[in-house]
């Protein structure tokens, strides 16, 4: 079967949302962001991936790398899928830098078998499906929101030790 592939961004205009901050114990951030990610989007082990972690520790300042991705299913053809990456170093006082960049796509999946089922999935989803899909982006959104408002309060914290 052939499908059609619609993808619209969270978090449009911008695509990605960045956050960096220097303070204490950054690499903390790769244990905290799988749980917030699985706590606001839901996600079940099968829905998250963790892609990378990468460490490097042959300079005076470890750097550090990571990334994760997670699947949110909102109905039969839509699904979420929200990524983060952290990149930072800190020094052996356990003092350094975080930069973390969010982004979410929307992305909708129509199968069809012919030109006619084509052209009808195309019309059900400009008349009647698009409202759907405004919704499923406010509410990515608003989760997206709430990781970025977690993340701060981290972050916070991190620059208070």
Request: without cysteine.
């Amino acid at each position: 079967m052939v499908s059609i592939k619609l993808q619209a961004d969270v978090l449009a205009p911008d695509s990605i949302k960045k956050l960096s901050f220097t303070g204490h114990h950054p690499s903390r951030f790769l244990k905290i962001i799988p749980g917030l990610m699985k706590s606001i989007f839901r996600l079940s082990g099968s829905k998250f991936y963790e892609d990378k972690i990468k460490w490097d520790t042959s300079t005076p300042n470890t750097d550090f790398y990571g990334e994760w991705r997670g699947n949110d299913p909102q109905d039969n053809k839509t699904s979420v899928w929200v990524k983060v990456k952290v990149f930072g170093s800190q020094n052996s006082d356990k003092m350094g830098k975080i930069n973390i960049e969010l982004s979410a796509i929307l992305q909708t999946k129509f199968e069809y078998s012919n030109l006619l089922e084509k052209s009808l999935m195309l019309l059900y989803s400009r008349l009647f499906y698009s409202e759907q899909r405004r919704g499923y982006i406010v509410k990515a959104r608003r989760n997206m929101e709430e990781l970025e408002n977690e993340l701060k309060k981290e972050l916070q914290k991190m620059v208070i030790e």
